[in-house]
C-alpha cells in the first residue's frame, strides 16, 4: 500500500510539474505586453524597454520559466507588477479568506449532502424521494448567480437581515466574520449540497441493488445498517472523489460568487489580474487552483484506496 | 400440521406489471429435520417462492393471494421488524453465488458473526467462536484465522461454506438454499454439498433446497417438488420422484440426470470410433505455452498454459475438460488466435498460422469459429437474429439480397428454428434459442473447425441437452472437427471421441473418451469422474471417500486452495 501512496505521490508531482508548464506557457500567449500594459498607452519606447530589462522580459523563455519555478519551489512567488508588492503576500490574505469560505461551506455542506443522499437512496422511487431529486436535479441547474442574487434579494434587502455586501476586513470579529460569510456560504452550500446529494443517491441506489445487500436483509440486518455499513462502506472510493471534485470547485470555481459578494477571495484576485496583465500573480493563482484539483484528487485515490480490500490484499495476507 | 416449520398456501405471486402469475397457486409444507428440494427450469418460480418464505419479494413482484407461515407467524402480512426478528434466527437464506452475497469490503467473521450481532443473542466473543466451530465443522482451512480474511481472498467453494457457515450461525429452523452448488466446479460441489449435508443433519434443521440439478438435489433431498410455470407438478418422496416418476416433464427431468452421468456414455451411448488418423490432422497444436504479463525467453510472466499439445481430425470431436483456472479458456483464445500464444505453434492442414487474429488471412479465420459461452454477450443485443446471421456471411461469403435471406433461413434450420426467427432480436428468445443462434452465427462462416467453449454451462440440464444433440448432429452432417471445451466430464463424455483433461495449465492425461473416463489413469481425472453427480442413493458418500482416499496423490492441496492468488482467480471463474 505504501508503494502505491509513493507511486502516485510522485505520479502528482511529475504532472504539478507539467501544470506550471502549462501555466507558464499559457501566460506567455495572452495578448497584450506586460510592460506596454503596466505603463500605459502614453509611455515612451525607451520607459517600456527599460521596464521589460527590469521585469527581466528580455530573457529567453525558458530561463524565464526556470528562474519563476526555482522561486516558486523557495516560496519566492515574485513580485506584482501593478502594486509593486510580493505576490506572496497578496496570495496570503486571499488564500486565508478563500480557504475560510470552503472550509465552511464543506463542513455544513458535506454531511448535510451526504444525509440526504442517504435518504433519497434508501426511498428510492418514493414520494420522498421523486420529489428531493427534483428540487436536487433544479437546484444543481440554476447557476449560482440566480442563487446568489435571490438570496441578496431577501436577506439583505427585503428582511435587511444580512450585508449585501461580504467585505471581511482583516480585524474583524467573529460575529462580524460570520455575518459577512453567511450568504456567500448559503449560496455554495445549496449548489454543492445538491450536486453531491444527487451523486451519493446514485451511487448508494446503485449498490442497494446489489445481491449482497439482498443478503444483509434476508440476515434481518435493519435498514440503516445496511446502508450505513454495507453500502457505504463500498461508496468511500467514488464518494471521495466527488467530494473532492466539489472541494476543489470551492477553492478554484466560485468567481462569480465572490463576484457578487464583493468578496475578497482568490478567485477575484486573478481575475482583477488578468484584466492587469499582472502576470505574476495570474501564474500564481492558476498553479494553486490546479495543484487543489491536482491534490484533491490524489488524497480521494488515497483513500480509495486505503478503503479497498482489494488492493490492499497483500497487508490482509500477513495477518492471516 | 402442528409439526409444520413452513407451511405456505395457495400462494400467488404475479408481476406488478401483470401477466402470468411467476408461482400460481402452491401449497407446499416443510416439517422439522425435512429436506424439501424445489426442483425445476429457470423462469419455473422456484426462487421467488423460496424467497417468500422469508417473507421477501424481489422487486417487481406482488402477492395476489396466499399465505406463507413460518412457525406461526405469517410473514405476507407481518411488520418489518417482525420480519427481521426472525430472519437469520429462525430462519436463513443460502445464497446462489457467494461471490455476489458476501459485501467484498467486510471480512468474513464480521458477515458470518453480523448475524449474532444484529440479533442480540450473544457477546461478539461467543459469536466468533461459535463461527470457528462452524468453520472447522464445515472442513474450512485454519478455522481460528481464516475468517480474517476479506472475501475475495478464499476460492469459491470456500466462499460457498462460509455462506453455510453464516446460514447456521444462528441454529436456524429453516435454511433455505438457492441453488448452493450450481455455480461450483464438480470437484467443488462434493465438497459443499457435504458440508450442507452435515450441517442440516448436525443442527436437525429443516431445508428447503432449490435447485435444477436432480441429481445433486436427489442426495440431500427428504421430499421433492417439481416445479413448471409456476405450479407444483409432482410432489412426492426424493425415491418416489427418482423411481416411479409420474408426470412426462419430471421424467424427462430424470433421464436427463441420467444421461449426464458417465457410467451411461459406455452403456447406452455408442460413439463413433475417431477416422483414420493417418492423414494429417486438421488442426495441430504444439506444445503451446501461454500466459499474460510480459513474455521473457519464451515464458509469460502468469503461466495459464503450458506445453499443451493437440490434434483434430475432420469429423472428429476433441473434448477439453478442466475445471475454473485449468486455462481451458485460454487455450480456446489461443487457438481462434484471440490470444497470442508465448511458445508452441499452431497448424490447420499442416500448415503454421500466424499467433494472432490480424495476421491471419480471411480463409484461415473463416476455417476456424468460435462459440462462446454467453450467448447473451456474444450477440449484439440491438441486431435481429437475420442481421446478425447476414453480418457475417457477408464479410466471408460477400452473399447479399435474396441469396442471404434463403441462406439465413437455410442456417435457422440448420439449428432447428423456425425461418421467422430472422426477424426477432435476441432478447425475444430464450436461453437455449440464443445458444442456437450462437452456434448459427459460428455456422454462417462455414467453418472447419468450431471451437466450443462452454456452451451449455449457462442452460437448465433438459435445454443443454439438446444443444448437445445438436453440436453432435451437427458434427456428423457437416464432417466438423470440433473442439468441445467445458468442465462438465458427462457432457464430454457423450459427445466426443478424443478427451484432454486440463489442470493449472496442464494436460494431465488424455487419449480415446471411453478409456480416460471408464479407467482414468491421472488421481485428478479419478477425482473428476467421481465427482460427477449421480441421482443414486449413497454416490455423495462414495464421492467423498473417493476424494480422500484421492488427497494424497494428489501433490498440492487443490481441494482446498489456500493461497491468495488461487483463492481470487478461483472466485473470479465463478462468475464467468
Redesign the interface.
Known sequence: MLSFILKRVLQTAVLLLAVSVLVFIGCQILPGDVAQVALGQFATEDNVRALRLELGLDRPAYVQYLSWLAGILQGDWGQSITTKTSVATMLSERLWNTGLLALVTTIIAVPLALILGLLMAVGAGRTWDRGASIVVLGLSATPEFLIGTLAVLLFAVQLRWLPAVAYLSPGAGISQTARALFLPVLTLVIVVTAQIARMTRAIIANLLTQPFVEMAFLKGVPTRRVVGVHALINAVGPLANVVALNIAYLVSGVVVVETIFAYPGLAGLMINAVQARDLPVVQACALIFCATYVLMILLADILAHVYDPRSTAQTAEVKV | MSNSVLSIEDLVVEPVSGGRPVVDGISISVERGEVLALIGASGSGKTTLALTA?G?LRPGLRIRRGSVTLDGTEMLRAAPQT???????TI??I?Q?AA????????LDAQVT??SR??NTRPYKEALQAAHRLYGRLDLP?PE??G???P??VSGGQLQRFMIA?GLQESPLLLVCDEPTSALDVTTQVEVLRALKQGIADNNTAALFVSHDLAVVSQIATKIAVLRAGRVIEFGTAREILDSPREAYTRELVAASKHMTIGSAGAGHIIAPSPSHAATPLLTVEKVVAGFGKVTDGAPAVTTLSDISLKLHKGEVVGVIGESGSGKSTLARVIAGLHPAAQGKIYMDGKNLADTVERRTVSERQRIQLVFQMADTALNQKHSVGRILGRVLKFFHGTSGRAREARVAELLKMVQLPPEYANRLPSQLSGGEKQRVNLARALAAEPEILICDEITSALDTIVAESIIQLVEDLSKKLRLGIIFISHDLATVSTLAQEVTVLRHGRIVESGPTQIVLSSPKDPYTQLLVSSVPQARPGWLEEAIATRNRLRHALETDVLTPVS?SEG?RSTLAVSS
Do not use: I, K
Open positions: 422469508l421477501h420480519l427481521r426478528s426472525l430472519r437469520g434466527r436463513a437464506y445464497a453465488s455476489a452475497a458476501f459485501n467484498p469490503r467486510l471480512r453480523e448475524v444484529v440479533h485454519n484465522v481464516v480474517g480474511r476479506f475475495h481472498q453464516m491468495v481470487s
